[in-house]
């Protein structure tokens, strides 16, 4: 069965094989209180240091991180799933990757927190962070301008990332599967 994936992969015109790698994080909110009431920190910290070059679609088609050549966000939410039935108390929010010796990339960003609804879908930059992503030291920066909400809201984020990889990585895989 790898092996006709591996023929139906190369059969495909171009050299680069595109793998989506996704996730999910959560994190809790808290309640603001009359004297703390601006959203200072809110708390994505497994989602932002995540190791993409280990998610588990791309070991399964024994992908080294050499073999990446692009990865750009093909898909970024953020949903209210249990406290404040939405993500009003947001005015914005904007993730950005960085590396030493690299530019910082923006990657997604929203400014439309609507009230009454609890999923918002951010617009994406279409920057490839490939260069970002095999850094040792990559990491994802949230940004965050808003208040706290009125109750303890759980946020879940919701991704899914493009990932080009050459097809060699791939046929080395197969390879070593036999």
Do not use: W, Y
């Not at 992969?9 to 603001?32: N, P, R």
């Not at 039935?85 to 910082?104: E, K, N, V």
């Amino acid at each position: 069965m790898r092996n006709l994936l591996l023929l139906v992969l190369l059969g495909c015109d171009g050299s680069l094989v595109h793998i989506d790698v996704d996730g999910k994080a959560q994190t809790v909110v808290e309640a603001g209180t009359l004297v703390e009431d601006l959203l200072v920190d809110f708390g994505f910290g497994e989602f932002v240091e995540m190791d993409l070059t280990t998610a588990e679609e791309l070991r399964d088609q024994g992908v080294e991180p050499g073999d990446i050549v692009s990865a750009a966000m093909t898909l970024f939410t953020l949903e209210s799933i249990d406290g404040q039935g939405d993500l009003s108390f947001l005015q914005r929010m904007t993730l950005t990757a960085t590396a030493p010796d690299l530019d910082a990339v923006e990657i997604a960003t929203c400014d439309d927190f609507p009230a009454g609804e609890p999923l918002v879908t951010f617009v994406l930059s279409g920057a490839d962070f490939a260069p970002h992503l095999v850094s040792k030291e990559m990491s994802l920066i949230v940004d965050i301008s808003g208040r706290r909400p009125t109750v303890d809201t759980t946020v879940e984020a919701s991704f899914i990332v493009d990932v080009g990889v050459t097809a060699q990585g791939v046929a080395n895989a197969a390879d070593e599967g036999n």
